[in-house]
Structure formats: structure tokens, C-alpha cells
């Protein structure tokens, strides 16, 4: 009989928080309240978001954090692509640095399945048509059962890795105003929720292996929105965070630094979550205050974090420099075949890039 994975690990995380009720971690009462997993953080699978994705998140959050940091970040980046993206369209930095030095710090936003979904929608729409645009993109999130309040949405369909595909919405590359970057930064608004409070998020990161397509490597849909908290299972504040370790130890989360199957579990409040595949989680917090966060399960160390929650959102991460038993590692063959793929995937984008223009490796305004 095949045993689904939401069902795996809806089952390991009660046994993780009946583990922390019998061990005191957690009062018994508690514990009772938080019984119900917030499923709408990932997606049915709990496939996504996938590495790619979460580093699309974990950017995004980190930027809006310390925004002045980005900016720095962004200027002084050394990839030799993105350099060169940065070059090609004449992007000024010093304007750069200086707009991002002016954006006042916002809060996380929560991953949610039906922004999703309909991001997802969007991206195989654009495969299928072999063209970047926001055609259709608003309707889709509607569609997928969202319902919004404020809305803004990113495409970029020549994305070549996933630093390249937040640089471009972040920096803005494109022309337009004589800075390098597209009038009025349309995407990094999004990104960094300038105008608007960005609350929720759906990131759908598409491999388009077609050679003869124009489009891909990966095509990149972005749904940021502020919900409607009238309509069931909508909320805009959140407990939000990447459960991951750094294996190269550059500081940043990379695609395969993310930890399945964790059991985050708040002191407080009726929902948990179990991390999705690329190590994220979402849990909604109805009230605000002191509490405490315990991570568990899945071969890391037991580990909490008390937090103070006002009127938004809270990121939390729970990076995991402890040894980590029962993770799964990949078998030397499997292995082989990551890096194979990879291979290809670089290969291909190459070919893709020496029948581009360099004035379409941009968002879509």
C-alpha cells in the first residue's frame, strides 16, 4: 500500500509533540490547542517550495530585513553572470546602493500553496506559449482560491539559476530611465513590498528543457499578496522561517541546505508545521505576545526559540550546525545523477543564452 509523504509526516509530528507533552517541553493544555497542521505552507506533496524556491524566499526575506544590506549585497555580488547582466545593461550602482539604503525595513512573508498553484499556472502557461508575460497571471490567483486584498505579481522566463532570478527582480535590470533598471523597480516593490503590505507569497521556480524553445532554463512566476482574512484560511501574520544547514558555509541557503520533515511547533496557538521539502514553513499567529518555538524531528537537535510577535509577521530560522541523524544522503550514484542533471541543465542554458538577445534576459514589466 503507498503511504503518502503529508501523511508520513502528519504522523512523525504528533509523535514529536507527544514526545514534547510526556517530556514536559510542552504544557499538556498547549498541546491540546496545537494539534492541527497548517497544511496550506506547502503544497500537497509538501514537494514545495523545493530548494529552489526556498532560496527564491529565504532571499526575499533577508532582503526585506535589512534592506541596506541588499543593496550592498547586490553591488559588490561577484558571480560572473549576474556581473554580467549588471554590465550589459549599463546598470547605474551607485543609484543602486542608494535606493536600497532608502527602503525601510518590512516583514517576511509566508509561503502559501494556492499562490502556488496559480504561480505554477502561470509559469507552464508561459512554457506552453514560449513567451514572458503577466497575461493572465492576476486571475489565476483568484482561480486557485486566494482570496486578496493587494496584489503584485513578478515573471521572469529566462531565469539561469535562482541568485540570477532574484537579482533580476531586485535590481531591476531592463532599460527604460537611463539607470540600467526598469521605471519605477515594478519587481522589486514586489520583492521587497515597498507599497504595499506583501504578506503571502507563491513562488513557482519551472525547468523548460526544450531546446528549441526560447524560454528557460527556469521559468519563474511570483504571486505577492496581502489576504483577505474575511475569507476562511487567510491571515497576514505568521511565523515563518528555513529549517537548513550551511554545507559550504558561505552564510547563505543554497538549494540543497534545506531540511525535510521538521516538526515546528509554537508554545501557544492552534496550528504547527512540518517543513516542506526545500526545509520552509509557515504557521499563522492569531494573537500577539511571548512564545516560544520548538523545532524537532527528522534527526536534528531538539531546538526553541522565544520570540515576540506584534501586529506582523516574525522569521524565525533554525539553522543547524549539530550533527543531524537520519536525514537521507544521497547515494553516490544518485548523486552522480544530480550533478548530471545539473550538467545538462547548465548546457542547456548556455545554448539557450548564445540565441538570446541581452535585452531579454529581464522581468516582465
Not at 500500500?1 to 503529508?6: D, P
Not at 526585506?64 to 549588471?86: C, K, M, N, Y
Not at 499556472?121 to 486578496?148: E, K
Amino acid at each position: 500500500m503507498a503511504v503518502s509523504r503529508r501523511w508520513l509526516h502528519g504522523l512523525l509530528a504528533k509523535a514529536v509533540l507527544a514526545v514534547a507533552v510526556s517530556g514536559g517541553l510542552v504544557p499538556t493544555a498547549l498541546a491540546a490547542e496545537t494539534v492541527t497542521e497548517w497544511l496550506l505552507h506547502k503544497s500537497a506533496d509538501g514537494a514545495h517550495p523545493d530548494g529552489r524556491e526556498q532560496q527564491y524566499l529565504w532571499r526575499m526575506n533577508r532582503a526585506r530585513h535589512d534592506p541596506t544590506a541588499e543593496g550592498q549585497f547586490l553591488v559588490a555580488i561577484e558571480d560572473p553572470l549576474i556581473r554580467s547582466r549588471l554590465s550589459g545593461f549599463q546598470v547605474n550602482l551607485s543609484l543602486l546602493h542608494t535606493e536600497f539604503a532608502a527602503i525601510p525595513p518590512t516583514p517576511p512573508a509566508a509561503f502559501d500553496a494556492r499562490l502556488y498553484e496559480a504561480a505554477l499556472a502561470h509559469s507552464l502557461d508561459m512554457i506552453a506559449r514560449d513567451r514572458q508575460d503577466h497575461a493572465g497571471q492576476a486571475g489565476r490567483v483568484s482561480t486557485a482560491g486566494f482570496c486578496t486584498r493587494q496584489h503584485r505579481g513578478n515573471a521572469y522566463a529566462f531565469s539561469e539559476f535562482a541568485l540570477e532570478g532574484h537579482a533580476a527582480f531586485n535590481v531591476d535590470w531592463g532599460g527604460g530611465d537611463g539607470s540600467g533598471m526598469q521605471p519605477k523597480r515594478p519587481h522589486r516593490q514586489a520583492i521587497m513590498s515597498v507599497d504595499a503590505n506583501l504578506t503571502n507569497v507563491g513562488v513557482a521556480v519551472v525547468p523548460e528543457t526544450n531546446r528549441r524553445s526560447n524560454v528557460g532554463p527556469f521559468v519563474v512566476t511570483g504571486n505577492y499578496e496581502q489576504a483577505d482574512e474575511d475569507c476562511d484560511d487567510h491571515y497576514n501574520r505568521f511565523l515563518v522561517g528555513t529549517v537548513w544547514t550551511d554545507l559550504d558555509d558561505n552564510g547563505h541557503y543554497d538549494e540543497d541546505e534545506g531540511i525535510e520533515g521538521v516538526t515546528v511547533l509554537p508554545s501557544r496557538g492552534p496550528y504547527f508545521a512540518v517543513t516542506a521539502a526545500g526545509g520552509g514553513y509557515a504557521i499563522p499567529v492569531l494573537s500577539a505576545g511571548a512564545l516560544s518555538v520548538r523545532f524537532d524531528g527528522a534527526g536534528v537537535p531538539p531546538h526553541t526559540r522565544s520570540v515576540s510577535v506584534g501586529a506582523a509577521t516574525v522569521h524565525v530560522d533554525y539553522l543547524v550546525t549539530g550533527s543531524i541523524t537520519g536525514v537521507a544522503v544521497p547515494e553516490p550514484a544518485a548523486a552522480a545523477q544530480t550533478l548530471a542533471a545539473g550538467s545538462a541543465l547548465a548546457a542547456l542554458a548556455r545554448s539557450k543564452r548564445a540565441r538570446r538577445r541581452e535585452g531579454r534576459r529581464r522581468p516582465d514589466r
